[in-house]
């Protein structure tokens, strides 16, 4: 086996889908063998005329996100059901004493159909409202920390037998597993919430021909500009916003979604669907979310279609191997976050990724940002390792492999206490 085959088969091995990747495929990791590409301008108006000012924009944010939806998310139906939530469980002494915990029961009815998702909710004890980062996770709640008492579900999960997930069902083994990913007790501690879901709750993750998880609350037929369902995991945190909203003791105005690998993707398509998120965070998103298509570097378009052919809407395959003809590219689904905090995140490892490409998205989405805030993205080359680049976009790339970290952690925090609270 060709050693760049090895590599990209420890890459994919890393997110838990090797069987996905069975056929031979060899990614580019060669900086001169990226393709010569010319990015779209997000300040030029599909007539070619310039965007000259802020009201403009917003006419011209409405061509990119059209096109973004038909093209490669696919089109979400509005929301016209009812929402229903009930308190699973609570603990007023969570984390020794330091936090509120509750288990949160989502029912999303409409008509004779209903889904239900359960989010787990940590808050600090404040006497005030409180910021909160909402996240889906990948293993399950039970899997966030090690407390005992937190709901396990009984959606669908991939098998993963360092999880104890066997029959496509979550066990009271895995409890705590994922919590290195999650670190909650440090959230907590700088006076931050945490809301988090399991992302199978809202859709599962296989082709299953769009019948099953929140698809199967409407009854249309699917075209090529149907969501897929990284369109539904991000519809799925607009209704948890809509329940938090609702939660005294969380700052509503004070949301941030946060999302790592492919539910980096959904949190990015979330925020730009959804302005009521106040800061959006990317996690080693990579292909169809922070980094370049045109790049051609790492995972492309045609392989993630391939792998994952549910993620999508059917349109996006027409640019399988023909990154070129895009209509867009991932910078200017960032600039459709502007003027809100915007954080990427990257790993030296993680090349399946392309980190240098998802750096690049964050240079080219800076000319919005600059019209919008004033403030472009304070650098044009790749940073050094572990130095964090902060403006109204932040960036960095750490040592390691993809994954979420503490010191990831720790870098969204400082982001928030610049953007949220001025510090």
Known sequence: MKKKTILTLILVLSTGVSSLYSQDFVANYDESKVPAYTLP?????????????????????????????????????????????????????????????KDIKITLKRGDKQLAMVML???????DPVPVFLGYNFNGNHTVTDEPGIYITNSWMRNNAALSVKDNRASETGRGKSASGWQ????ISRGYGLAT??????DPDFDDGFKNGVHGLYDSDPDKTSWGSIAAWAWGLSRAMDCLEKISSVDAKKVMVMGHSRLGKAALWAGATDRRFAVVISNNSGCGGAALSRRVFGETVGRINRSFPHWFCDNFNKYNEKEEILPVDQHQLLALIAPRPLYVASAEEDQWADPKGEFLSCVAASPVYKLLTGKAFPATHMPEVNSPVVSKIGYHIRTGVHDVTLYDWQQYLDFADLHLRGK
């Not at 909710?121 to 006497?127: C, E, F, G, R, V």
């Not at 909650?184 to 959230?187: D, M, P, T």
């Not at 879901?197 to 809202?202: F, K, Q, S």
């Open 197 to 202: 879901i399991y992302y199978g709750d809202i």
């Open 184 to 187: 909650v007790r440090e959230i």
């Open 121 to 127: 909710l940590y808050l600090p004890k404040s006497s």
């Open 41 to 101: 301008d997000p300040l030029i108006f599909n007539s070619g005329s310039k965007v000259q000012n802020k009201k403009q924009w917003d006419t011209r944010r409405t061509e990119i996100f059209k096109l973004f939806e038909t093209e490669i998310y696919g089109v979400a139906p509005v929301w016209d059901g009812e929402i229903i939530s009930s308190e699973l469980s609570s603990d007023i002494n969570a984390l020794n004493g330091t936090a509120i915990r």
